[in-house]
């Protein structure tokens, strides 16, 4: 695992420790930051479920404004912190649920990353408490990365998915843009 692009590209990433952790894929991360290389500049970057860190830290690395790491699993935050190790920007961990980590949120985000365990079921829980808490910006975006077979509802609209193999990024924001 690797920094694609940006200030810390080439950036050795430590890799996840247990099989549970499923780190975003180079190929779909530069699909991902290709398709959003024009909006990452200056945003603010939620990477829920962020794991190993590594599409926040992506995210830093092509100057993102800010970027807030969130995952229940302490092995993830540790891992997320060594992975931000010599990193500068404004950057935060928390440790929480998302439930927990939504619900104390006082900003709102212009990207908001999603990759929960495939088979948590929490999609539409997590879509429906950042429509509810106005968590994304005016003009903000979320991208969901799940796999292929995976149907859930969204309260926001779909104006883009991009099939990688056996994944898929689903890209929405309040309107199709």
Known sequence: MRVISGKYKGKILKSPFSDNIRPTGDKVKQGLFTKLQFFVQGARVLDLFCGSGALGIEALSREAKRVVFVDKDRRSISLTKQNLTGM??????????????????????????????????????VLNKIFNSKLLSNNGIIVCEHPNELKFCTPFEVFDTKRYGTVTLTFMSYEKN
Do not use: C, H, R
């Not at 985000?109 to 088979?119: G, N, R, S, V």
């Open 88 to 125: 500068t920007g404004d950057f935060k961990v928390i440790n929480a649920p998302f439930g927990v980590a939504l619900d104390g949120m006082k900003e709102q985000f212009d990207l908001i990353l999603i990759d929960p365990p495939y088979a948590s079921g929490v999609y539409e829980d």
